[in-house]
């Protein structure tokens, strides 16, 4: 894949158009006030027909997990298992269409795409990848349609790059149900969540290190849980985050994801890592866009010296530098769209060198366009002041910079 296709031009074209009429006109209060993105998300949903497709693609594979456990349950071979993590969101055509929505977005609010990533993409794959049928029926469905907005908690207070080795949430065994304590931080749509994946230790009296890691899924509302005010930030201010606090939340074997203390869930948390990783590239690859843009519109029409200030070669390097940003990171967005294609996922090392580059690039990018804009891009009314704020959090979230290099390095020293 060397370029979009017509119809991912048209798609294009009609997402363009839903952001002019419904995100651009309420940026402001979106990016700047307290209004939560979740009905302008559902809107969005809502007009391209994406509630309905999501609906009928998790209930499609609920339907064929049925089948095949009953053909396990009658002694027959279960038919193959479709691919899951991005190979599982269909071919190239298919994906690309789904990844337009995510780069067209970021050019205005990358805090829009983050909280629709983390309740569709982290918080359903969760739990439609690990979880018992009856799970997937009952937060599955809802979850995948953005008829309810999930979290998905691992961060804590004392753990964040080290999550599992510094994890101090506990679950502990009380007959047939469990007990749950301990905090999150920084939990993206953690505030408003109506279903939350939660990652502890099964505390037996065990050291912490030799803990089974287990993952529950739980209800706002629940006795003992509490979600936080959203945290005031640098920049995404259009995806809330906040604190969640539990305190003998107590919980029936149904809400353990998979009903079992044996999924692997450490295994689960690296793919939803992978999953998160990858996404980054489209998001940096809108938001470079749209610098870029935008910088060329201004060094056309800013005159100093006499003339536009895109005649200065200074200016004219940063340009070029941007266009170099734009090129490689589609590059990027085309090879995954063409790796889902072939049925295959990102390993987690190429997900992290994938996320370091998009990361630092839309950082540098968006830096630059603050300089080419002069006193102006310091200011909250152009627009590349707030895509410089939002641009950070894409080196912290989803394992920092640093974590990515280790993660790349480990790979390349493995012995293989
Ligand atoms: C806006 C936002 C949204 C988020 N959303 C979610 C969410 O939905 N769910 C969730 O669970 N979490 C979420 N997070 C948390 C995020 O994943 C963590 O912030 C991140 O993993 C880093 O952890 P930390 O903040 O504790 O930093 P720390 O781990 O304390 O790191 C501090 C510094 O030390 C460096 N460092 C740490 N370890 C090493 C090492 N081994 N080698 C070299 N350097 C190292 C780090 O790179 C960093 O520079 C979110 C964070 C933000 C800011």
Redesign the pocket.
Known sequence: MHEWSDAHLMVREAVRQFIDKEIKPNLEELEHGDTPPYDTLRKFFKSFGMDVMARENALSQIKREKEAAEAVARGETPPEKEPGGLAGMGGGEAAGLAMIPIIELCRYCPGMV?AMG?SMGLTTAAIMSKGTIAQKERWGVDLATMDKIG?????EPDS????FGSMKSTARRDGDEYILNGS?T???NGPYADTIVFICKLDEGNPPKDRKVLTFVLDSGMPGLEQSKPLR?MG?HS?P?GQLFLTDVRVGRDRLLGETEDVPARSGAKDTFSMERSGVAAMALGIVSQCLDLSVEYAKTRIQFGKPIGEFQLIQLKLAKMEVARLNLTNLVFRQLEMQAAGKNLTLAEASASKLYAAQTAMDVTVEAVQLFGGNGYMAEYQVEQLCRDAK?LQ????????QV?QIARDLLADK
Do not use: C, R
């Open positions: 983050t983390v979290s998905w908690a691992i961060t964040g790059s080290d999550a999150k920084f939990i993206t930030k995404m995806s985050t959090v912290i979230y989803g394992g920092t910079d640093e974590i280790s």
